[in-house]
């Protein structure tokens, strides 16, 4: 062991990297290591001397991946245990295919399937197909584990195509065929949606739509008989006389379902879409130009827009702040945004569908694998635009709960608190019984001084709209 | 006589952390036209049998 001197106190093995044996991810001093085993190591050579990795990394399709002399490192224990440790090239923020738009979670099987088909053709394979696999910077999906690459040894199937149709087909599927968003059921089931279960969804109207046949109906049909398989099955695999070209031919053909099958509601509701406001031309104008003026203000590294919609203000911070995460509970809202950001190549906005009400929780083994929101990276500003009324009056937060919570997020605040005069209130009171008395502009001030400083104060020419940029209080309350 | 309680995995042929799933390989197989024909019969065969009136019941057949 190294002497404690030498051990900075950064160094932290990532608790929920461990499903696979070969391998482990190390934090240390702000930069992401892999320590990997001799097998890995050598599976590392493989891939380290082939084409499609190198040529993929240039594209920003897989992390930038580097071997590091372990005599290099500051803190040499990283290799402890390891036959060798990699350097990754570190993702701004994780997130998690339960908060990934439909677009989203498409063009991630894409690249999958497009990886995959590469390193087939020069005899490697992927052994999992799994959607933590894949990260994002900005809208630009990005393939993060390395070790998932191994030597194809020929005659013999694609080990990841179960899980590939559990994590990427099977979600893609329930929202293109059945109009049922695939978040639920990925945050309450971090494997996936399984054959069987999926194909109980199938009536004879889906029988003929594209994959519903194969990889949903054979698939589970197979499943379920050979659950338990014998070693006749095994030779029959063995010696079948399996080539690598049916993979490829495989990969193709689902290739074309992602391809083609399509969110529907994309298309008829897009026509109508309609923003939530109720803003004269001048507030929205003013508004734009507050948010601008504070973003100049510092350089701020994180930002968060609660409640995104059209995401005009996560752009407005983008053009300063260095990473803005754009978040809104309406998935089609998010999806329009990625749709429109990816066509830009934009690099420093994510879209995340995120019900603020109850944001993603810690999940997997030990609550560790999968982390809550904001066990991720705390922001340094947080945009609070038209949602103040969304939070107390639909999901019924009370206001001090709701200050408290942006609080605890630690950063500068820009918020909007929308008045009981406003349309859109109006609206979202109509069926409800009034009880929200806190729902005031003076509580919510006084709310908002327990814990921030006010800096600036705006009431927009609506009259039923004003603007607070808050800073958080450096002295604990 | 093999061990009908055993979760089915690919020690030699395969290295993976993640059970690939016997009917998703044999499907690969279909799929690449090269499983052969008894495979589709053990799996439809039940079904063709009732059709014609079979009265045989072969559910878990004995190492």
């Not at chain 1, 601008?292 to 995401?311: A, H, I, Y």
């Not at chain 1, 019900?355 to 609070?384: H, Q, V, Y």
């Not at chain 1, 939070?391 to 950063?411: C, H, K, Q, R, T």
């Not at chain 1, 918020?415 to 929200?436: A, C, G, S």
Request: charge should be positive; proline fraction near 4%; aromatic fraction near 12%.
């Amino acid at each position: 062991m190294t002497e404690n001197s030498q051990i900075p106190s950064t160094t932290i093995i990532e608790p929920g990297s461990f499903r696979d044996r070969h391998g482990r991810i190390i934090y240390s001093q702000g930069s992401v290591y892999r320590g990997i085993s001799e097998q890995a190591f050598q599976n590392w050579d493989t891939l380290d001397s082939s084409i499609f990795f190198h040529k993929a990394i240039q594209q920003g399709k897989i992390v930038q991946t580097e071997k590091i002399e372990i005599n290099k490192l500051t803190d040499r224990s990283i290799g402890n245990g390891w036959a060798a440790v990699l350097k990754h090239q570190t993702i701004p923020f994780i997130s998690y295919p339960y908060e990934w738009s439909y677009g989203m979670l498409k063009d991630a099987a894409l690249l999958q399937l497009e990886l995959l088909e590469s390193a087939v053709a020069e005899d490697m394979t992927m052994k999992d197909a799994t959607t933590f696999n894949i990260q994002w910077i900005g809208t630009q999906p990005i393939f993060i584990d390395i070790a998932s690459f191994e030597k194809l040894l020929l005659g013999t199937p694609w080990t990841g195509y179960r899980q590939f149709c559990e994590m990427f087909l099977y979600p893609l599927m329930l929202q293109a065929y059945k109009d049922i968003p695939f978040h639920p059921w990925l945050r309450g089931s971090i494997d996936g949606i399984n054959p069987e279960e999926f194909n109980k969804l199938i009536s004879l109207r889906d029988f003929f739509k594209r994959g519903i046949f194969i990889d949903v109906y054979l698939q589970s049909k197979l499943q379920a008989k050979y659950a338990q398989a014998n070693r006749q099955v095994k030779d029959e695999i063995r010696t079948s006389g399996f080539r690598k070209e049916m993979i490829t031919a495989n990969i193709r053909r689902l290739k074309k379902i992602i391809s083609n099958i399509q969110w529907k509601r994309i298309k008829s509701e897009w026509a109508n879409y309609a923003t939530d406001n109720s803003y004269t031309d001048s507030d929205s104008e003013r508004k734009a130009a507050f948010v601008r003026e504070v973003v100049q203000t510092k350089p701020f590294n994180l930002v968060w827009d609660l409640g995104s919609n059209t995401g005009r203000f996560s752009r407005i911070a983008a053009e300063k702040a260095k990473y803005v995460i754009a978040m809104d509970s309406d998935h089609l809202a998010v999806e329009r945004l990625y749709q429109e950001l990816k066509k830009e190549g934009n690099q420093n906005i994510l879209p995340m569908v995120m019900n603020l009400a109850d944001s993603s929780p810690n999940l997997g083994w030990r609550g560790l694998e999968r982390k809550s929101l904001i066990k991720r990276g705390r922001p340094d500003l947080t945009l609070c635009l038209a949602l103040i009324h969304h939070m107390v009056i639909s999901a019924n937060i009370p206001v001090s709960e709701f200050v408290d919570w942006l609080a605890s997020l630690g950063s500068d605040l820009i918020i909007e608190f929308v008045t009981k005069e406003d349309p859109m209130v109006i609206f979202l009171l109509r069926n409800k019984e009034d009880q929200y008395t806190d729902y005031e502009l003076d509580y919510f001030e006084r709310s908002l001084m327990t814990k921030f400083k006010i800096r600036k104060r705006e009431a927009l020419a609506s009259g039923t709209r004003y603007l607070y940029h808050a800073e958080i209080n450096s002295s604990p309350d | 006589m093999g061990n009908l309680g055993q979760i089915f995995t690919f020690p030699v042929i395969m290295i993976a952390y993640i059970d690939p799933g016997t009917g998703s390989l044999l499907l690969q197989l279909l799929l690449g036209g090269i499983a052969s024909g008894w495979v589709i019969l053990k799996l439809f065969g039940k079904r063709i049998m009732a059709r014609f009136g079979s009265s045989k019941k072969d559910d878990n057949p004995k190492q």
